[in-house]
């Protein structure tokens, strides 16, 4: 069982930055392909952005030069890096995994609320 914890939310003013920051529970050497969902209010689940295993990388159109996602696999960690915030990007942000051989996201976090003020 894969265990994912999010951390790295918060509150800040359009234009601004945050971090968030996943761990893995086991090695993630396990799960080939790790990715960041949000949830807008009111709205459906998306796929912000993945990140495979060799650290090949894809974006939601809407988040294309503002956002990367990386990995540090020593320390079990994911990341998304959100610059040039909008409003519109406000969202419960949820990690996700696909652990090998599942190709489905069979793992996620709780969520982390990051509101973005206009």
């Known amino acids: 069982q894969v265990q994912l914890v999010e951390s790295g939310g918060g509150l800040v003013q359009t234009g601004g930055s945050l971090r968030l920051s996943c761990v893995v529970s086991?090695?993630?050497?396990?799960?080939?392909?790790m990715g960041w969902y949000r949830q807008p209010p009111g709205k459906q689940r998306e796929l912000v952005a993945s990140?495979?295993?060799?650290?090949?990388?894809n974006y939601a159109d809407s988040v294309k030069g503002r956002f990367t996602i990386s990995r540090d696999n020593a320390k079990s960690t994911v990341y998304l890096q959100m610059n040039s915030l909008k409003p519109e990007d406000t969202a419960v942000y949820y990690c996700?995994?696909?652990?090998?051989?599942?190709?489905?996201?069979?793992?996620w976090g709780q969520g982390t609320q990051v509101t973005v003020s206009s």
């Open positions: 086991r090695s993630i050497f396990s799960a080939n392909v």
């Open positions: 990140i495979s295993g060799g650290g090949s990388t």
């Open positions: 996700a995994a696909k652990v090998f051989p599942s190709t489905s996201w069979g793992s």
